[in-house]
């Protein structure tokens, strides 16, 4: 696009996005970074044309950042990055250097070895010009192109320098939220005093759509109204007609978990509008002023209940407390606390009342990881355990009468086999248990006995009603000289609670199953005649067990669009939630659609200043850090200064992302991993377009009319929907051919090929493939394209270190690629373990580019197995029960990339001693941070907030890294030649294992002569 403006003309069509970098020294081409092409989905550097044409790649293995020198040979990059790491002063094995390559001749050379990070190189003439935290701070560097003579420039110790650009003589910088500018004649460097003129577009108030945002939802007494939390704001909507209302509306906060009082008069919610959250109320019909009830709370609070006579509120908080706080003075009582947990996830916030207010119910977890139902006195403040806490236990609640307690409990204990691991697990562990809380009440399990002459137990005799009295005919009234005394009107009485006994002496004694299936059940209300419940059935579905004569046994799948559901105050209705659609329907109602008693607040909605917003949204996530990060001093930092420190930059903040900067910055002070900022209210960005995938790797032709098909990208040979397209039988197309038309278009040098493949994910398209670069003897094929090759080049990069293996270390030796933690790489370790890693002399456990997860303890389980006995057939091979056993040798790779959950992987394989790690220096991220912390506007901050230690009790791996046993560097020019230099040195110890002493097999002895 030009300086003066106009339209932009698109360059790339990169299905992994595409980062500019800089121009080239000639203003031709363009440099920027990709991970196209790339098997182990890291970035590289490439060239486009600027006037459009075939990207280039440039022979670096790998590089996130890079400058090429005035006559373009030489580049400066950084092959690896932190950026969005939010982590100053790192010093992990993700530490950047700077590397010089000579693109001439294809050399690589290390300018920087420095243990901080060093990044964003520029030439200037033939001085090279970078950021480096040397000084514990970011700041703006300069040495000579053979890495000699380094000067520090700039000492700014208040906020980070970042992305340097220069003009051929001067450099610009950001410094914090503004800009510098470094003049190298004089050695100057002064922040620049700009005055943008904007009309703030993405400062301005707006309208929000209560149901686009909604989070929380609450049932009113009756079911006439509901109370919506969305967006951190509070509206009353009726269920069926009338008016909508915002209530205690400050836009300035974050309101939370409303709930209605017994009687509907008033509404509690949380709100953080005196700085800290706190228990507020406030008259329901959205007039008066709230009242805040607590006073001296820090920290979130779980959801709210409130008692049914309406003395007290119970919520908790993230010191896993029950906390009760009476509904007129606020003033609190301690229920219990839990020893476990406090994470983002781990409140309690299972607890009910009994109907009469006296008792509270709640599951609290225990020391062995399983939670217990207890039950509290109000009166005595006397609590009781009346679970075994080995069974996990949880979502207690009365019924409606105050005879029974109905909770869910794991005692299903079913196994269920996987196949060739020989290991097991349970799933639909869970039961609806009930217990009689009064020691005199019977079951209602119990048969009923029918007798001749008895009267039929389910006919009901009504008592005689007294004959109708005849009305009197209407009399004139008297007139009386007397003084006519005011009518007397009846006080309206509140509805009487019932009455519950709670007998504790021998209540486990009294438990009773709910004949429901065991299965994956996730709540539970009792109302009247009927319980209802939650369950994955593989979909969630809510369904219904009748206690009208509960011996029937009858279940009744009343939806299977739904997400939760809470009954109102009389028992006479249920709000049901799906997603963001809210629906009211009777308790007793039978099987109903998602359309019946649909809440229509479609045409709902407020309006939001995001200003206020960004204020409120920086001080919540600076009090979730506070009250969730794992060390309780801040590594040392003084967190009310990091407070106040970044709060004068929230003036500059115009749009959603500039928040998260500020957000990421404030995290960094902390120099720890797994401090992420994303997500939030930001600018719709450009809805991304579907590409097709040819799955190849292509060269562009001499011609320039032709490209030619290098590799056909090879599957894993376990998923066949994962293959490139071109290795369908009878296709006849070869590596070495080539393509002249896509889709009847000719392919051309000034044209990204991608550009074509537009839209055509998953379409069958017209292909024309020759033996040779020209049209003649051409032919026309058609092929289905893939609509993403990411996992086909990952498969196929797999394939290629798995043939590095056998290659170069025989047939006899493993290897084995984990991508992640999680799913995927749960699945690729079955896939290649099982099968043939038995007879393996060795194998090698690679998670170089593994991003982590939590899986590191199944695996290190299996590969800790040893086969301790064996069995001989008649016919066959001896075999064991440890059948997934490995006899052979073990080692274990990891480079840079290798990060959290692999890191711990590497360092438990060390501790078990299954065999040496190779490769480089992990991240350093093991303080983990869950599943973060959700703000306002749907952003997130993940605060880490459980740190690793290990038994020699030092804090492991954070901050430095997992250190291998053996210390290789994959060097850049063996890698542009198709070596591994990792991988050599792991096939090496285990070759070399292997001739020492050889892996036995099993030999059976001599058959015994009896």
Known sequence: MPVTGGAPARLTWDPSGAVVLDWTPDGKSVLFRSARESGDRRSRLWKVPAKGGTPALLPIPRAVMGSM?????????????????????????????????????????????????????????????????????????????????????????????????????????????????YDPATGSANDLSLQLNSDREHARPKRVNVRDALNYANIGPTGKRLVIESR??????????????????????????????????????????????????????????????????????????????????????????????DAKTGETTLVDQADRGG??????????????????????????????????????KKKTRITNPVISAGSPVFDPDGKYLYFLQDREFNPRGTGPTQFFGFDKQTHITMVTLSSEALSPFIPKAIEEGAADPETKTEPAKPAATPAKKPTAPKVSSKKTEPAKTE??????????????????????????????????????????????????????????????????????????FTISNDGKKMLVQNGRDLQVVDVGTGAFTPEAGRVNIAGVSFEVDPVAEWRQIYFEAWRATRDFFYDPNMHGVDWEAVKTKYEAQLKNVGE?????????????????????????????????????????????????KA??????????????????????????????????????????????????????????????????????DSREIRVRLLSSDSQLRYYDWVASRREYVRKNGGPNLGYIHIPDMQDTGLSEFGKWYYGGNYTNDGTIYDVRFNGGGSISGMLLSHMSAKPYTWFKPRYGESWTRVGWGVPGYSVAMCNEYSASNAEEFCDGFQRLNLGPVIGKRTWGGLVGSG????????????????????????????????????????????????????????????????????????????????
């Open 69 to 181: 020198n005035s006559d373009g040979r030489r580049v400066a990059y950084v092959p690896i990055s932190i950026e969005g790491n939010n982590w100053f002063r790192y010093q992990g094995g993700r530490a950047d250097d700077i590397w010089l390559a000579d693109i001439s001749d294809r050399t690589f050379r290390r300018l920087t070895e420095d243990p901080c990070t060093e990044t964003s190189p520029m030439w200037l003439g033939d001085t090279l010009y970078f950021i480096s935290e040397r000084d514990q701070h970011h700041n703006l560097y300069r040495m000579n192109a053979d890495g000699r003579e380094m000067t520090q420039l700039t000492f700014w110790k208040d906020n980070p320098a970042r992305y340097p650009a220069t003009d051929g003589k001067r450099i610009v910088l950001q410094h914090g939220n503004g800009l510098a500018l």
């Open 232 to 325: 951190g704001r509070l509206v009353s909507v009726p269920a069926t007609e009338g008016d909508w209302r915002l209530i205690a509306d400050d836009p300035s906060s974050r309101s939370r978990y409303p709930v209605w009082s017994p009687d509907g008069k008033q509404i509690a919610f949380v709100s953080d509008r005196s700085g800290e959250e706190q228990v507020w109320v406030t008259p329901s019909d959205g007039t008066g002023e709230p009242k805040q009830l607590t006073k001296d709370h820090k920290g979130p609070l779980s959801p709210l209940v409130w008692s049914p006579d309406g003395k007290y509120i119970a919520t908790g908080d993230r010191e896993m407390r029950v906390i009760l706080v």
């Open 343 to 380: 994470t983002y996830h781990a409140n309690i916030d299972s607890y009910r009342f009994s109907p009469d207010g006296k008792w509270v119910t709640y599951a609290k977890p225990e020391t062995n990881w399983r939670n217990a139902i207890y039950l509290y006195e109000i009166a005595t």
């Open 491 to 564: 006080e309206k009485k509140e509805p009487e609670l019932p009455k519950v006994r709670i007998d504790l002496e021998a209540i486990s004694q009294r438990f009773l199953d709910l004949p429901v299936p065991p299965g994956d059940i996730h709540g539970i209300e009792a109302v009247k005649d009927r319980i209802l419940y939650l369950v994955s059935d593989p979909t969630l579905q809510l369904r219904a067990y009748s206690m009208k004569d509960p011996l029937k046994k009858e279940i009744t799948t009343l939806s299977s669009a739904v997400s939760g």
């Open 656 to 704: 959603r992302n500039e928040l998260n900067t500020v957000l990421g910055d404030m995290l960094a002070e902390l120099n720890t991993g797994h401090c992420y900022v994303g997500g939030g209210d930001t600018s719709p960005g450009v809805t991304p377009q579907g590409m097709g995938y040819l799955g190849l790797d292509l060269s562009l032709d001499a011609s320039g």
């Open 707 to 776: 490209f030619r098909i290098e590799r056909i990208l090879q599957g894993d040979g376990f998923d066949f929907s994962v293959q490139s397209p071109f290795s369908a039988p009878g296709l006849g197309v070869k590596e070495g051919d080539y393509i002249l038309s896509i889709a009847g278009e000719p392919v051309s040098a000034n044209r990204d090929l991608q550009s074509m493949l537009v839209g055509r994910g998953g379409q069958v398209t017209r292909i024309v493939v020759n033996k040779k670069p020209e049209l003649k």
């Open 931 to 1010: 599943g973060g912390h959700i703000l306002i506007d749907g952003g997130r901050i993940n605060v880490p907030n459980y740190g690793m230690w290990a038994p020699d009790g030092k804090w492991s791996v954070e901050g430095v890294g997992a250190i291998p046993d053996i210390i290789v560097d994959n060097d850049p020019a063996f890698e542009l030649a198709g070596k591994d230099p990792q991988l050599d040195a792991a096939i090496a110890w285990l070759k070399e294992q292997i001739s020492l002493k050889p892996v036995p097999r099993p030999t059976h002895p001599p058959f015994p002569v009896k």
